[in-house]
């Protein structure tokens, strides 16, 4: 079976998930309108409220490579058109995420365009976007782990079983598509740290739907921005710190050799001393004396005594 090595977000979508504002319910948000939390997370696109379903039609795709198991093409309320998957993660998603397999339901489609059995890659186009079995155009997107509980159609949010599910939009957010070209890239910092911002924040579109990159500008004020900002004085500290070390490492070293040369320097001088001494017509004790105090001296110049 194809293995799921990254994934993509669900569809185009408007909103910070993490910081709000947020068309629709996130994670094991309670639900208000009865017991329980959701179980999974609404994807939206709005227009500014001027239009709660301007999102219908839009494309919907794979979070990651995997299988079909079911489809549903109904329209009863509730789920409405669904598709529930099966994913196999490699092994290095699987330690990112912790899930050797798992399932992803999306509801609410307007129209399917997968059966069962049918295996997609990420981002392939499986759906439109709509609102069959409720009220606003949206996608709703649970995913679970496979080793605790098997693919279903029950809604567990009043259940000890949301206990397996994960949070898709998070799971998503830290594994997209690009992470490790990102890493490789061999383009400056900035545009590197402008990818990074793009899948922290959600691409950006123009009028027309098209991509558009941050502006410098934008990147700034971003969070993402103001933390790479933030990371660069660390790193500049850290670069500054090393060089005062290398620089204090060089005075000392240079010190070391200094002091040698003296000591050096001072033993020749004795022994230069000691040998006129002996030489000369200076009765012997008083000489000897005289060693005695030059060889004092250059014992505390090498012990650093005073």
């Given amino acids: 079976m194809i293995?799921?090595?990254?994934?993509?977000?669900?569809?185009?979508?408007?909103?910070?998930y993490f910081k709000g504002p947020w068309s629709?319910?996130?994670?094991?948000?309670?639900?208000?309108?009865?017991?329980?939390?959701?179980?999974?997370?609404?994807?939206?696109?709005?227009?500014?409220?001027?239009?709660?379903?301007?999102?219908?039609?839009?494309?919907?795709?794979?979070?990651?490579?995997?299988?079909?198991?079911?489809?549903?093409?109904?329209?009863?309320?509730?789920?409405?058109?669904?598709?529930?998957?099966?994913?196999?993660?490699?092994?290095?998603?699987?330690?990112?995420?912790?899930?050797?397999?798992?399932?992803?339901?999306?509801?609410?489609?307007?129209?399917?365009?997968?059966?069962?059995?049918?295996?997609?890659?990420?981002?392939?186009?499986?759906?439109?976007?709509?609102?069959?079995g409720t009220q606003y155009v949206h996608i709703h997107l649970d995913m679970w782990d496979a080793s605790k509980m098997g693919w279903h159609l029950i809604y567990h949010s009043n259940s000890p079983l949301i206990q397996y599910y994960v949070d898709p939009f998070k799971v998503i957010q830290s594994n997209l598509k690009g992470d490790e070209d990102m890493i490789e890239d061999?383009?400056?910092q900035f545009r590197r740290w402008q990818k990074l911002a793009r899948q922290i924040r959600g691409q950006r579109f123009d009028e027309k739907g098209s991509p558009r990159p941050f502006s410098r500008d934008e990147f700034k004020r971003s969070a993402v921005g103001q933390t790479w900002l933030r990371a660069m004085e660390i790193l500049s500290d850290s670069e500054e710190a090393d060089l005062n070390e290398q620089r204090a490492?060089?005075?000392?070293?240079?010190?070391?050799?200094?002091?040698?040369d003296q000591i050096l320097s001072n033993k020749k001088r004795a022994d230069e001393a000691e040998a006129k001494l002996k030489e000369s017509v200076v009765p012997e004790a008083?000489?000897?004396?005289?060693v005695e105090r030059v060889s004092a001296d250059v014992s505390k110049l090498i012990t650093g005594k005073k």
């Fill in 186 to 188: 061999k383009d400056n």
């Fill in 3 to 16: 293995k799921a090595d990254y994934f993509v977000h669900p569809m185009r979508f408007t909103g910070d």
């Fill in 249 to 260: 490492a060089l005075g000392w070293k240079a010190e070391r050799d200094n002091w040698r």
């Fill in 286 to 290: 008083i000489a000897e004396r005289i």
């Fill in 24 to 132: 629709g319910y996130r994670f094991k948000e309670p639900l208000g309108y009865a017991p329980g939390v959701h179980t999974g997370v609404d994807y939206n696109r709005d227009a500014g409220g001027q239009d709660g379903n301007v999102d219908k039609g839009d494309a919907a795709f794979a979070v990651a490579d995997g299988e079909v198991i079911l489809v549903i093409d109904k329209t009863d309320i509730g789920f409405g058109k669904t598709i529930i998957m099966r994913h196999e993660a490699t092994e290095r998603l699987r330690r990112r995420i912790g899930m050797a397999s798992f399932y992803t339901r999306m509801m609410h489609f307007d129209t399917t365009f997968v059966k069962a059995g049918n295996v997609v890659k990420a981002g392939e186009r499986i759906a439109t976007v709509g609102n069959t």
